[in-house]
């Protein structure tokens, strides 16, 4: 299974300001709820645990790289 990296956004700037948006005035305790909340209702909309597992995957090595 390959997890397809390339972007799909329309527009990467516009999801990027809301992103931080959401995240405006929070503590950082609260961004990290909001975080594993957004991932969970992302992770049900892929709905495939072998797509997410790669992306889990890549995600960490993303960070042990870097």
Known sequence: ???DTDSRLDNPDD???ALLETHAGLTLEQSHDLN????LLLANQVGQTEV?????AAARRSVDAG
């Not at 997410?52 to 889990?56: F, I, M, P």
């Open 1 to 3: 299974m390959t997890l």
């Open 15 to 17: 999801f990027y300001e």
């Open 52 to 56: 997410l597992k790669a992306a889990l």
């Open 36 to 39: 594993a909340r957004l991932v």
